[in-house]
Nanobody, 125 residues
Framework: QVQLVESGGGLVQAGGSLRLSCAAS????????MGWFRQAPGKEREFVAA????????NYADSVKGRFTISRDNAKNTVYLQMISLKPEDTAVYYC??????????????????WGQGTQVTVSS
């Protein structure tokens, strides 16, 4: 079993930056695809970004391309999401997820086996 704990969320003004962290425990995630998803009030959970186990492949939602960067440090068993130029529409609970198959840098939430509890990001206008 893998436990995922997100941190780094908070309240920020539009145009600001935040870095989210996802710390894994229970086992190494070095061979897992890791992803970030978000869910705004009244909306479905949506894909944000994903990264391969080596970090060599990434995938981003069109809405965050050029503003968000996903990265990982396998030695620390941690994944990051650097967010810049934040917009009010980025307001959501952000979730970290792990795909144990390690095959595809997928945007589909159903392929992810493990999920964190989420961290709130609020962007004020």
């Amino acid at each position: 079993q893998v436990q995922l704990v997100e941190s780094g969320g908070g309240l920020v003004q539009a145009g600001g930056s935040l870095r989210l962290s996802c710390a894994a425990s229970g086992r190494t995630i070095s061979t897992y695809i890791m992803g970030w998803f978000r869910q705004a009030p009244g909306k479905e959970r949506e894909f944000v970004a994903a990264i391969s186990w080596t970090g060599g492949r990434t995938n981003y939602a069109d809405s965050v391309k050029g503003r968000f960067t996903i990265s990982r440090d396998n030695a620390k068993n941690t994944v990051y999401l650097q967010m810049i130029s934040l917009k009010p529409e980025d307001t959501a609970v952000y979730y970290c997820a792990a795909d144990s198959s390690g095959l595809w840098v997928s945007a589909h939430l159903e392929v992810y086996d493990y999920w964190g509890q989420g961290t709130q990001v609020t962007v004020s206008s």
